[in-house]
């Protein structure tokens, strides 16, 4: 059938293009890793079944993965470069990823000069692995990560690189990993936290802090800190101001829910704070107080302090009125008040208990009495005896005759 008269006839690469499509469909996909599940495909979800063979990151990851998921391996060191192979991966490689390096774009050249592996990779996600060390630079080669995530390992040592070479890091979560490592460990994580200037979100819940890190709270977008289940019994004037950011970007929001919170004196700032931004905290109304005891698990935000203190009996003597702090003293209550009359009634009650012992053993007592007087007579008079004997001149013994006139006797002979 001829074309109609005045309709252009189609042209253009159509047939290339099909080709085109055709053998970029046809294209083998990279295998998954050994013990490793692909979800869809290698570039949407790979997920490391829980193991104790695995003790290093796998290091067949496709080049173009975006999301990685390890869970239940013994990964107890993660090395410098652990996922970007080091030198272990021998010059056989360069040559399989010399023709990627040219689609990788820009992000393969911000890994600060190292080998890239997986230029491409946006979520690394490893909780329950046992990770116990991490050396600086452990996640060199990932140009590209946003959210990492090392929850619920038991953290003893952190390098203060260990987050270098992370310029696209927004999310991190460190939520029960480090309760273990103690004051050097929190030291630690403020240095390593320093390059973080692109963090959003920071997860410390359930690491028993009494404090907020420094470190944390001077990121310059931090959106959202996650302080839950924590051993914070309030915030101090330091990190009241340090929360106060003043213009563009906002200050972040902060969750303190499951915090032993402490209703005393001290906390007139928070409560100030809290109420003039009650946004900046989603879970206020979530927050109890765990001391004092009379004011255990009251709401914190109901709290009036001049009244409840009151009845708390508490008294605050304010100083250093500058720093909004104060000094608090526990007044007598109605429980130490009930505690002395009981512990008189108990006093009187023994009291009571020997005297009745006292009267049923009247009559033994008198004869115990009776017999002590005569044992003391007895022997005062055994005392009485003596005496009179030793007075008697005519019992005195005769004085000895001396030596030299035993010789001048006229009976001697001499």
Known sequence: MAPRAGRPEPRGPLLPGLLLVAAALSRPAAPCPFQCYCFGSSTLLLRCAPGAELRQPPRDVPPDARNLTIVGANLTVLRAAAFAGGDADGAGDADGDADGDADRGPAAAAGGGGRVRLPLLAALRLPHNHIEVLEDGAFDGLPSLAALDLSHNPLRVLGAGAFRGLPALRSLRLDHALARGGPALLAALDVAL???????????????????????????????????????????????????????????????????????????????????????????????CASPRALHGRAFLDLDLDLDLDEARLRCATRHAADGRA?????????????????????????????????????????????????????????????????????????????????????SGL
């Open 327 to 411: 000094e608090e003293g526990e007044l007598p209550g109605p429980e130490l008040e009930a505690s002395y009359v009981f512990f008189g009634l108990v006093l009187a009650l023994i009291g009571l208990i020997f005297l009745m012992v006292l009267y049923l053993n009247r009559r033994g007592i008198q004869r115990w009495m009776r017999n002590l007087r005569e044992a003391c007579r007895d022997q005062m008079e055994g005392y009485h005896y003596r005496y009179e004997q030793d007075a008697d001149p005519r019992r005195a013994p005769a004085p000895a005759a001396p030596a030299g006139s035993r010789a001048a006797s006229p009976g």
């Open 194 to 288: 320093a390059p973080l200037d692109e963090l959003r979100l920071l997860g410390l819940a359930g690491n028993a802090l009494s404090r907020l890190p420094p470190a944390a709270l001077r990121r310059p977008r931090l959106e959202q800190l996650d302080a839950r289940l924590n051993a914070l019994g309030g915030l101090s004037p330091d990190e009241l101001r340090a929360l106060e950011r003043r213009g563009r970007p906002p200050a972040p929001r902060l969750l303190l829910a499951d915090n032993p919170l402490r209703c005393g004196c001290a906390a007139r700032p928070l409560l100030a704070w809290l109420r003039n931004a009650t946004e900046r905290v989603p879970d206020a109304r979530r927050l109890r």
